[in-house]
């Protein structure tokens, strides 16, 4: 490392905020190509990360750069509406054509949060009801609206009295008692939950929507069973309330459909959806049909920079990319892929607790081999040593004990099996440095 780039790492604590800063593991980079990262010190990275979930046609993919340089030459900002330009106009046309049932209209922002607020926005004007009903684990965001509905860590909403909104247990299959159906399990428990909530906090004729992540991300990477999923949106229509799905993570194939709701094949009345939007440009959307869409009035909701006409351009490459290269198709093969050599890995490792995985967003919870209890200072340790032989993974989890493996959506066979490799020794490290005997 440079002698600047030494002097701004030292000083970086000093300059950007800590809640920003402290993140893990600021691995100072100079490049990123495909599913690796150059770091400053020489070395190849392979990135099982995507920035968490965000570059999932692969780092700089040629064809996204290009339309980055191309729209850079024609426009830099919209604002849309003031001007209107055709990258928004096309990048709007060619969703409706990928999107589930009848959500064909945008309101584009540029990140995931903003997509929440829309959400969240767009319920409570259509339903003039003023709750939101969310569920326990689920993270929307940080900024306030979307702070009400998230859950995943009580540090995030300290201080703050977000309100407006009631929480409800997520899908916990793995919490089924011996002896019965965990699908049914969870169904049950969710009915129990609603009728609960409606005969002592909220009547339904309060709540203009459940707000749901179709796959509980940054809170553990928990895959529900389809029938739960079904069963929300029933609720939803036997109450009269909007479902809206928050898809930020699970989004532009990574679950191994477009979205996770053909997944599931559940449809929701309103989406979030950001981050592999546009591979790492700045872009969101709140999508809803046009009927809904249009009972939102002039002024009732707008923004500056949503709909960058750079990142609309980047948008329509990224739709092309994951056409032309099948990659819904290889985000099944390979995520399976994936899948199976963790479960082989999970059987040689006690510190592995379980393995949950739907497509190419697949979680591993790190645990005490001897009380089966999350493991956080040893999910930390071997997400280091794992680093240093050359594989970057993120964490997750209310306990921070999940591990996240969240590839682009480009990742092969081979540098499954490079990555899996790296993992796996980097547990073998941490399990004799602690004297663990699988």
């Known amino acids: 490392m440079g002698n600047d780039w030494s002097h701004l790492v030292d000083n970086m604590s000093n300059r950007l905020a800590p809640s920003m800063a402290k993140d893990h593991p600021n691995l100072p980079v100079v490049k990123e190509e495909g599913c690796y990262y150059f770091g400053v010190d020489g070395k190849k990275y392979l990135d099982f990360t995507s920035g968490i979930a965000t570059t999932n046609v692969g780092h700089r993919h040629p064809k996204v750069v290009e339309a980055i340089k191309q729209g ?73 609206g979307a702070l009400s509905v998230t859950s995943s860590k009580s540090k995030y909403r300290k201080f703050l009295q977000p309100s407006g909104s009631y929480q409800v247990p997520y899908a916990q299959a793995d919490d089924c008692p011996a002896g019965l159906d965990p699908e049914r399990y969870v169904v049950d428990q969710l009915e129990k939950d609603f009728e609960r909530l ?76 950001a981050k592999g939007i546009a591979n790492g440009m700045p872009l969101s959307a709140t999508v809803a049909s046009n009927e809904l869409m249009k009972q939102w009035p002039l002024g009732s909701h707008a923004t500056t920079f949503g709909g960058n006409p750079i990142a609309c351009s980047a948008a329509n490459a990224v739709l ?65 040593t794992a680093l240093e032989n050359g594989v970057l993974f993120y964490f997750g989890g209310n306990q921070t004990e999940i591990i996240r493996m969240i590839p682009p959506l480009t990742v092969t066979k081979e540098q499954i099996d490079e990555g899996l490799r790296m993992f796996d020794e980097a547990l073998t490290a941490y399990e004799k440095e602690v004297g663990v005997h699988n």
């Open 72 to 144: 850079a030459d024609e426009l830099g900002h919209g604002p849309s509406g003031v001007i209107i330009y055709e990258s928004i106009l096309k990048l709007a046309d060619r969703l409706a054509e990928v999107m589930p049932g009848n959500l064909d209209c945008f309101f584009f922002g540029n990140s995931g949060a903003e997509a929440i607020e829309g959400a969240i926005k767009l319920a409570k004007h259509v339903t003039q009801r003023p709750y939101i009903v969310s569920f326990i684990g689920g993270f929307h965001g940080r900024s306030m």
């Open 320 to 384: 092309d990319v994951i056409e032309e290269e099948n990659l819904l198709e290889n985000t099944r093969n390979v995520g399976s892929y994936a899948a199976e050599k963790l479960n082989e890995i999970k059987a040689r490792h006690s510190v592995i607790g379980r393995v949950r995985a739907v497509g190419l967003m697949i979680g591993i919870e790190i645990i005490d081999p001897q009380t089966g209890s999350p493991n956080s200072e040893g999910l930390f340790r071997v997400l280091d």
């Open 198 to 273: 409606f005969a002592h906090q909220v009547t339904p004729d309060e709540v203009a929507a459940v707000l749901v992540e179709p796959v509980l991300g940054e809170g553990g990477y928990i895959v529900p069973p389809k029938a739960w999923l079904q069963k929300v949106r029933e609720l939803c229509d036997q109450h009269g309330l909007l479902l809206i799905f928050d898809e930020v993570q699970t989004g532009f194939g990574r679950t191994g459909e477009w979205f996770a709701s053909q997944t599931f094949d559940v449809t929701p009345d309103i989406m979030a959806i």
